[in-house]
Antibody, heavy 118, light 108 residues
Framework: QVQLVQSGAEVKKPGASVKVSCKASGYSFTVYYMHWVRQAPGQGLEWMGWIYPNSGGTNYAQKFQGRVTMTRDTSISTVYMELSRLRSDDTAVYYC???????????WGQGTMVTVSS | EIVLTQSPDTLSLSPGERATLSCRASQSVSGSYLAWYQQKPGQAPSLLINGASSRATGIPDRFSGSGSGTDFTLTISRLEPEDFAVYYCQQYGSSPRTFGQGTKVEIK
């Protein structure tokens, strides 16, 4: 079954870091780009960037440059998104989403809720 | 960065009615690389339309997309109860990829 399964909910304090995982199954992991999109409570969708698992190449939205790091482990078909120096406005559901390269997001993970609170 | 503006913010309609959602881009979307997603409460978005007018796999034909350049439309010909949700447009022709703010289709 083709699917993306994300790690569970996280609660972090301001200033800390969070690392969310997204495990792919049912398809050739290295062929597709993986994007990260977040959604604050009651708000719209915000694109954060992508990683290309084949090469490890990345492209981050300017807003998150310097705070976000996307990595991958091809041995377990998993990508990671780490966000540092967390603030309360980073509280959101974080999604991974797959595309074949200049394509829409045909496949999404179930989302990971990250709560930043003191 | 291409800014996408959706209208209206909320659409109040009854089952069986026709829904017309608009997505306007601040500059031309190259290659008509425009997608529409549906999101229901507590769920991830799901792809409805890509390439401005191509239905994704398994999407019923009551959903249709049209447009090019800076003006795009999603039409739901006859609303079914399961169609009441939030809809987002997204451009994927240039980086950064951007989304519209969403249109909520609610039951009147």
């Amino acid at each position: 079954q083709v699917q993306l399964v994300q790690s569970g909910a996280e609660v972090k304090k301001p200033g800390a870091s969070v690392k969310v995982s997204c495990k792919a199954s049912g398809y050739s992991f290295t062929v597709y780009y993986m994007h990260w999109v977040r959604q604050a409570p009651g708000q719209g969708l915000e694109w954060m960037g992508w990683i290309y698992p084949n090469s490890g190449g990345t492209n981050y939205a300017q807003k998150f440059q310097g705070r976000v790091t996307m990595t991958r482990d091809t041995s377990i078909s998993t990508v990671y998104m780490e966000l540092s120096r967390l603030r309360s406005d980073d509280t959101a559901v974080y999604y991974c989403a797959r595309d074949s390269g200049r394509d829409a997001f045909h496949l999404w993970g179930q989302g990971t809720m990250v709560t930043v609170s003191s | 960065e291409i800014v996408l503006t959706q209208s209206p913010d909320t659409l109040s309609l009854s089952p069986g009615e026709r829904a017309t959602l608009s997505c306007r881009a601040s500059q031309s979307v190259s290659g008509s690389y425009l997608a529409w997603y549906q999101q229901k409460p507590g769920q991830a978005p799901s792809l409805l339309i890509n390439g401005a007018s191509s239905r994704a796999t398994g999407i019923p034909d009551r959903f249709s997309g049209s447009g090019s350049g800076t003006d795009f439309t999603l039409t739901i010909s006859r609303l079914e109860p399961e169609d009441f949700a939030v809809y987002y447009c997204q451009q994927y022709g240039s980086s950064p990829r951007t989304f519209g703010q969403g249109t909520k289709v609610e039951i009147k």
